[in-house]
């Protein structure tokens, strides 16, 4: 079936720990990828994305991004992780034969231990 | 400030009553979602709007119904819930015109039925 892969469903690293999350979709065709952010307690909302153009996307609190089509892969990843990124990530295709509707991944849940 | 509200944040009902979860949202956005989701799971998505009199059904197959009588208010119903009904229900927008998709999330609904 069509879907969204996240390949880590919990994570656990250390302050100053590299992260890197992997997301795997599994659509032809046109698409546009997400990943979104949900601290404890808050909304989920968007950490970065990728349109078109430089396949490396860089978003908010020094998180980036690189989408390789031959992969199909849209992985995430931040050199230096802090506490404060403790937080469920997901990532999201948009496809646009869908009818633009986005399928998201089951998520990751990060813990960064202090 | 632009945003999307939902009330209530929790609910704990009986089987059997009616339940409305609410949605608005100042994002001055024509299309809106409701999303399902459970702990460890994707989101899913189980009702959708274009704007004003348009509702059509998600990929998630659900008992809930719709309206859209407002171009700011998308809120969801259930007739009679039940415990099969326990979740967590988000709100989402994005500009119709978009090609993209980018969707803004609200806080959530978490939903229990005894």
């Known amino acids: 079936a069509q879907s969204v892969s996240q390949h880590n469903h919990h994570v656990i690293l250390s302050e100053a720990a590299s992260l890197e999350l992997g997301c795997n979709y599994s659509?032809?065709?046109?698409?546009?990828l997400f990943w979104y952010v949900q601290y404890p307690g808050q909304h989920l909302q968007l950490l970065l994305k990728?349109?078109?153009?430089?396949?490396l996307v860089k978003g908010i609190k020094g998180f980036e991004a690189e989408f390789i089509k031959s992969k199909f892969s849209f992985n995430l990843r931040k050199p230096s992780v802090q506490w404060s990124d403790t937080a469920e990530y997901f990532c999201?295709?948009?496809?646009?034969?869908?009818?633009?509707?986005?399928?998201f991944g089951a998520g990751t849940i990060l813990r960064v231990k202090s | 400030e632009a945003d999307i509200y939902q009330t209530p944040r929790y609910l704990v009902i009986g089987t059997g009553k009616k339940i409305t979860l609410e949605c608005s949202q100042t994002?001055?956005?024509?299309?809106m979602y409701w999303y399902q989701q459970d702990p460890g799971m994707e989101l899913h998505l189980i009702h959708y709007?274009?704007?004003?009199?348009?509702?059509e059904k998600g990929d998630l197959s659900s008992e809930s119904t719709v309206s859209r009588i407002r171009t700011e208010h998308f809120p969801l119903t259930l007739e009679s819930a039940r415990p099969s009904h326990t979740s967590q229900y988000l709100c989402?927008?994005?500009?119709?015109?978009?090609?993209?998709?980018?969707?803004?999330f609200g806080p959530g609904t978490r939903l229990t039925v005894l």
């Open positions: 709007s274009y704007g004003v009199n348009s509702t």
């Open positions: 999201a295709v948009n496809r646009w034969q869908s009818g633009n509707k986005l399928v």
């Open positions: 989402a927008s994005s500009e119709l015109a978009s090609s993209y998709n980018e969707q803004f």
């Open positions: 990728y349109f078109s153009g430089d396949p």
């Open positions: 659509y032809g065709g046109t698409v546009n």
């Open positions: 994002m001055g956005h024509d299309k």
